[in-house]
């Protein structure tokens, strides 16, 4: 006999928060069962607040995945993602905080301090725990985050691998107050397709270039038009010099033609569509601590 109880609908903002580069835009893909955020080795590669959208029958978590919380707030840009990420938590019903498994950081820290005036169901996401050799590195971490008295669970996970992925959903789940869900059950985001198109294009260039360039770049889709049997997609590459524009478009255009083509077979798979994908990289000095810029590229 079924309980009365699994038809009442739960439903809730779970904020996903820590330092930059610790596998939160992993962890909500995984959760998702698809790509919904764009990843890379390289810190700071969430620039938005992603919203994403796990049903399983009465229960309907709405992930925000959010820039790196991190203090270097000298640029524009650096100072609107830590805001983005910060501004969101007053507003949640859960938070998360994810921090690399045997590692902590001042960076870390910081962020606790700031989960500390939070009034709200918090635990922790200990992510990677299959890099590390020895499990048992895991306890005085777990020990530290447990005497904060800050989090009510903490859990272990391999998102790579999908281990505890499961149960961290089971978790989040039991905390969602009840309510209406927000969204239909076959929706996994509010975002735009146009913006995830300039995200995987954006996601494709930071695989492809060194340390410092990526955090130049930004990504702005001028058209997109679809067709009956093809997408046709224009989209401008901005970058703040024009030594950073030669390093993107590479020798003959080879560097540009392989960002090319990796971004359009994710779109591809993205849109269910063939697209035809141009890129075009265009200087903007100094777009990155431009407040002017930066609206004009989405970020404001």
């Not at 949640?92 to 498994?101: G, R």
């Not at 149960?167 to 975002?191: I, K, M």
Request: proline letters at 4%; charged letters at 25%.
């Amino acid at each position: 006999m079924s309980n009365p109880l699994d038809t009442v609908q739960h439903c809730g903002y779970v904020a996903i928060v820590g330092r930059p580069n610790v596998g939160k835009s992993t962890l909500l893909n995984h959760i998702l069962k698809q790509k919904m955020s764009i990843t890379s080795r390289k810190p700071q590669t969430t620039r938005n607040n992603l919203i994403g959208v796990d049903t399983q029958g009465a229960m309907q978590a709405v992930y925000v995945d959010t820039p790196g919380i991190h203090r270097e707030t000298a640029k524009a840009l650096n100072r609107y993602m830590v805001a983005s990420a910060t501004s969101v938590l007053r507003d949640m019903d859960v938070v998360v905080l994810v921090v690399e498994a045997g590692r902590m950081t001042p960076q870390d820290n910081h962020v606790m301090q700031m989960l500390e005036q939070q009034n709200k169901p918090c635990f922790a996401a200990l992510s990677k725990v299959d890099l590390l050799q020895q499990k048992e590195d895991l306890l005085p971490q777990i020990q530290r985050l447990s005497e904060t008295g800050n989090f009510s669970e903490i859990l272990p996970l391999s998102a790579l691998r999908n281990e505890g992925v499961e149960e961290f959903r089971r978790e989040v789940f039991a905390r969602l107050p009840e309510g209406p869900h927000l969204f239909a059950d076959d929706e996994v985001t509010d975002q735009s397709e146009r913006f995830l198109v300039s995200e995987i294009v954006r996601e494709k260039l930071m695989r492809q270039l060194g340390d410092e360039i990526p955090h130049s770049v930004a990504v702005s889709i001028e058209s997109f038009e679809q067709r009956e049997t093809i997408t046709e997609i224009q989209a401008d590459i901005v970058v703040e010099r024009e030594g950073q524009k030669r390093i993107v478009i590479g020798n003959k255009g080879q560097r540009l033609k392989l960002v090319g083509q990796a971004a359009r077979l994710d779109i591809e798979q993205m849109l269910e569509t063939k697209v035809m994908l141009h890129l075009w990289v265009k200087v903007r000095k100094g777009w990155t601590n431009s407040a002017h810029h930066l609206r004009s590229l989405g970020y404001s």
